[in-house]
Each structure stands twice: as structure tokens, then as C-alpha cells.
């Protein structure tokens, strides 16, 4: 007989329908398995066969072979073990064809017939949602992820005996009540906050203009000038994340194995920071089965990467292109796997071995050792980072300052205000924030007055700037105007912008050309 046990599988963070089909028949007793499978996937029927028997069930003296459509998606991970022990069963009169008409089945089986748990849920649920199925089965520990997602029936399963049950008598088992409305709303508390930073202003506005637009930023000052106390504070003034966002960036955490079935949800802005001993494939994702990276992983929020310059240049140089398209692609000989990478990349930097110059009172570095050092950050990286701020050494009088600064609430209600004026002017277009505008966009949106015009060329002649490096000081004037409320840009907002990315010419003149 034949039988056919709708699934899903997994290619990058998306979820791709797969037809688990089943055929029974007379013939030399054997089991087989095609369809572009892994070794994950092969394994599958030793781990079949015997959950089988140890569940009573065995399997008949026949030919038996499996298929997993369609044949040119590879099919990776042990989530295809319980859809192929169902369409068996199925096939072999245990289970009615007509109960696995409209439902998604997913699960990991152990010998004795146990449900265990899968990676991506959220991704299966999706996809098996948007393919029209009304009912996914899923083991129980996936049941909270799988909730996310409305308008499909979750059902958790625990053992094949209990599925069995289910589809031959729909009822048996509970649907699963939502949970997730109350996760979502709780608010988001951080355990740190800028109130706690005092002095700093130049960093903390520049972070704070970073933010508005997501800009890319970098610090850059001697040790222990507060440069990692503000990044890690970033997140606090970020806008709280929408259902949507939280979706998305939760799919890539849920198919990387990163959420616990206690939290089905990434409700904060992620915040990685990898060692720079990082390799270059754990930056961008990758692997034998491709995995989100780093990169991916701080999608909708902040990669932050201290001492800069330590990391290997291969691997800081990968950084270039998601930077530019806002995503990776991996490929590998039997595919292509496409992951996110919207991310604020946020870096601190000391400007030297010694991290004092260029003050040479304290600085032992030669010119040589210092131009090598900075020469670790090529030009091309160098150009994807809109703002460049040097730190200070803090005085006596600002660690001794009772009060500290503004808080983080006061500062994300600025920048709230500001992405709901980049919300509505880029509405119906595929850019979401100033630091991401295009040329036309640019010309659109960044009108200047004859006065200011000249002002923007005296600057530009001055700074010898880039085409590049041009087009971002527009773009970040562009987000100090909205922190101000302004529809035009001011001839102000440009000298602040200008100041902004000055330092870059200051510390890498020298090596790149500009003054």
C-alpha cells in the first residue's frame, strides 16, 4: 500500500514543505530511503525500525520504500524520523490516509518510542501554516515555539503511541492553548542603563545618533574610556521589538537550538559580542550543515566586536558584504542557504598597541607600529562605518560626580521619535532606516538650501571625502535633523555629521591618503 505524511524541513532559517512518502509492497524484504537525504536522514530507519517494535507495532516482511519529496532539496536533521514511522504505519493499515489529509507532522524518535525535540519549530509551524495545513504535530517541548505562530491547531505529542492514538481517534490528545500574548508583553528589563554612565557626552550622543538611523559605529580611544560600557548599553535604547521582528529574529534562534522551551521567544534586541579568537565561519554561519553565525544572530540588533583590530582580517573582511546587502549567503556544493544580517554593527578600538596615541607624552608606539596597527582595518571596512568617535580619559571630577546621565528610557523615547519619522517617509519601500538609503532616496530625502549646499561642498573639498563617505555624511545628517524634529537639514546638523566622521582622516590619513 501506499501512504503520503506531509513535513518540513529546513533550508536556511525558512521552512520548506517535504512529502514523506511511503510504499509497502510485495517483494524481497528491505528498507530503503531516497530523496537527496543527509546521514542524519538515513539513520532515520534504524531509529524507525526499532521505535517501532518497541512500541508494539512491527514492521511487516515486505518491501518498504521511502521518499522524500522533492528530490533536489536536501533533506538535513532528525526531524523526518516521526513523519517517516507515520507514513509507514499508515501505509501498513495501522493508520487512516484520511487523517493525515490537512496536518504537518515533525519529531525526533527515540528507540523506545519517545517524541524528542526538534531545532526550528517556529519555522516548521510557519511554513506548514503557509502551505494550508490546519494541524502540526509537534513533540511537547516544541509546543510553546510552535504557539507563536496563529491560525494552525498546535498539537504536542510525547510518544508514538499517543500519535497513533490522535489520528485515529482526533481528540485524544488536547489542542495547546496560546501562551504567547503574555510573553510578548512582558516588558523588557535590562541590568544595566545609561543613567549609571556619567560624562562621556560626545560618545553618548554619538551612540545615541547611531541608534536613530542604524549606523554602524566605532570607537576608538585609549583602555578604560568607556567604550564597551557604552555599546553594551545600546540595546537599552533600542525600540522594543515588534511581533514581526520578534518572529523573524526568533526563527533564526529556534533553528540555531537557542530557545528553551521555557522561552519560546527572543523579546530583546540581541546583543552578541564574539572573543576575537572567533574563526571566520562562526562569524558569517556555516558548517557541514550550514548554521546562522554571529552575523545572523544579532539580526535586529547590535554586533559588537572589542579590540577591533585583533581579530584576523579574514575574518572582520567577511563583514563587508552583509554590511552592504543585509544578508549572508553560504554556499556549499549541494546548495545555497541565504541567512539575515540586519545588524548595528557596533566596534571599540584602542588606536594603538599601547592604546595612547597620539598623545606621545604616554605613547611608546614608533609611526611604523602605529600605522600598521590601524592598517589592520582595511579602507573598504572602513567606508561601511558611517560614525567614528574618540573616546577620553575620564577626570577625577566626572568618577566622582554623585548623579549620573540620562537615563535609557529618556534617550529611546528620542529615538523612538525618530524611527517613526524614518518609518512613514520610507513607507511602501524596501528601506527602513536613513543609514540604509539609496542613491535616489538620498537625493530625495537629503535637500539642501544654496547656502547650505556650499557649506556641505567646503566640507566635502575639505575632508577629501569619498563618493562613499559623501553619501554618509547626508545620511547621517539626515538622522541628527530627525532627532531634532526638523524636515529640513540644517547647515548645524551638517557640522555635527562632519564632526562625526573626522576622526577617520585623523587617525587614518596617514595610511589611506586623507588629511
Not at 528491505?30 to 546521514?39: I, N
Not at 542603563?193 to 538611523?213: C, K, M, Q
Not at 563583514?319 to 552592504?324: A, D, H, M, V
Not at 599601547?354 to 609611526?367: I, L, M, V
Amino acid at each position: 500500500m501506499y501512504s503520503k505524511v506531509h513535513s518540513v524541513g529546513i533550508t536556511g532559517v525558512e521552512g520548506v514543505p517535504i512529502l514523506v512518502e511511503a510504499d509497502v509492497s510485495d517483494g524481497l524484504p528491505g528498507f530503503s530511503m531516497v530523496g537527496y537525504l543527509s546521514s542524519q536522514v538515513r539513520e532515520a530507519q534504524d531509529r524507525v525500525r526499532t521505535a517501532l517494535r518497541n512500541s508494539g507495532f512491527r514492521l511487516p516482511a515486505k518491501k518498504v520504500t521511502i521518499n522524500l519529496s522533492p528530490a533536489d532539496i536536501r533533506k538535513e536533521g532528525t526531524a523526518f524520523d516521526l513523519p517517516i514511522a507515520i507514513s509507514i504505519l499508515s501505509a501498513s493499515g495501522h493508520i487512516s490516509s484520511s487523517a493525515l489529509t490537512d496536518c504537518v507532522i515533525s519529531g525526533e524518535l527515540g528507540l523506545d518510542g519517545t517524541i524528542k525535540p526538534v531545532h526550528g519549530a517556529l519555522s516548521i509551524t510557519a511554513a506548514a501554516k503557509k502551505a494550508g495545513n490546519v494541524i502540526c504535530f509537534l513533540p511537547q517541548e516544541n509546543v510553546r515555539e510552535g504557539l507563536v505562530i496563529e491560525g494552525i491547531k498546535i498539537i504536542g505529542v510525547s510518544h508514538l503511541k499517543e500519535l497513533i492514538q490522535e489520528l485515529n481517534s482526533p481528540g485524544y490528545i488536547k489542542e495547546a492553548n496560546a501562551v504567547v500574548d503574555s510573553v510578548i508583553e512582558e516588558p523588557c528589563s535590562y541590568d544595566m542603563d545609561f543613567s549609571e554612565i556619567g560624562g562621556l557626552p560626545l560618545l553618548r550622543r554619538a551612540t545615541e545618533v547611531a541608534v536613530a538611523g542604524m549606523h554602524n559605529i566605532l570607537y576608538i580611544g585609549p583602555a578604560g574610556t568607556g567604550k564597551s560600557m557604552i555599546s553594551r548599553r545600546i540595546p537599552t535604547i533600542m525600540p522594543s521589538l515588534s511581533l514581526e521582528e520578534t518572529i523573524e529574529i526568533s526563527k533564526i534562534y529556534s533553528v540555531s537550538g537557542l530557545l528553551s522551551p521555557e522561552m519560546p521567544l527572543v523579546v530583546r534586541r540581541p546583543f552578541r559580542s564574539p572573543h576575537h579568537t572567533i574563526s571566520p565561519q562562526a562569524l558569517a554561519g556555516g558548517g557541514r550543515i550550514p548554521k546562522p553565525g554571529e552575523i545572523s544572530l544579532a539580526s535586529g540588533g547590535v554586533l559588537f566586536l572589542d579590540e577591533f583590530p585583533e581579530f584576523q582580517k579574514n575574518t572582520i573582511e567577511i563583514l563587508r558584504q552583509p554590511l552592504e546587502e543585509g544578508k549572508i549567503t553560504i554556499s556549499r556544493m549541494h546548495g545555497s542557504y541565504e541567512f539575515p544580517a540586519n545588524f548595528m554593527l557596533t566596534a571599540s578600538m584602542n588606536p594603538c598597541a599601547c592604546g595612547f596615541y597620539p598623545d606621545r607624552t604616554k605613547c611608546r608606539c614608533s609611526e611604523q607600529q602605529v600605522y600598521k596597527y590601524l592598517g589592520k582595518i582595511s579602507k573598504p571596512l572602513l567606508d561601511r562605518i558611517d560614525i567614528c568617535v574618540e573616546s577620553r580619559m575620564i577626570t577625577y571630577e566626572e568618577l566622582e560626580k554623585k548623579e549620573g546621565g540620562e537615563s535609557s528610557a529618556s534617550i529611546r523615547l528620542r529615538v523612538e521619535s525618530a524611527r517613526k519619522i524614518q518609518a512613514k517617509r520610507y513607507e511602501g519601500q524596501k528601506t527602513y532606516f536613513n543609514s540604509s538609503m539609496r542613491k535616489a532616496e538620498i537625493e530625495e530625502f537629503c535637500k539642501l538650501k544654496k547656502s547650505d549646499r556650499d557649506f556641505l561642498k567646503q566640507i566635502y573639498e575639505t575632508q577629501k571625502l569619498s563618493a562613499r563617505g559623501y553619501e554618509k555624511l547626508l545620511k547621517i545628517s539626515r538622522t541628527i535633523a530627525d532627532l531634532d524634529g526638523s524636515e529640513q537639514i540644517q547647515k548645524e546638523h551638517l557640522a555635527e555629521a562632519a564632526g562625526l566622521r573626522s576622526l577617520e582622516g585623523k587617525y587614518w590619513g596617514g595610511i589611506y591618503g586623507q588629511p
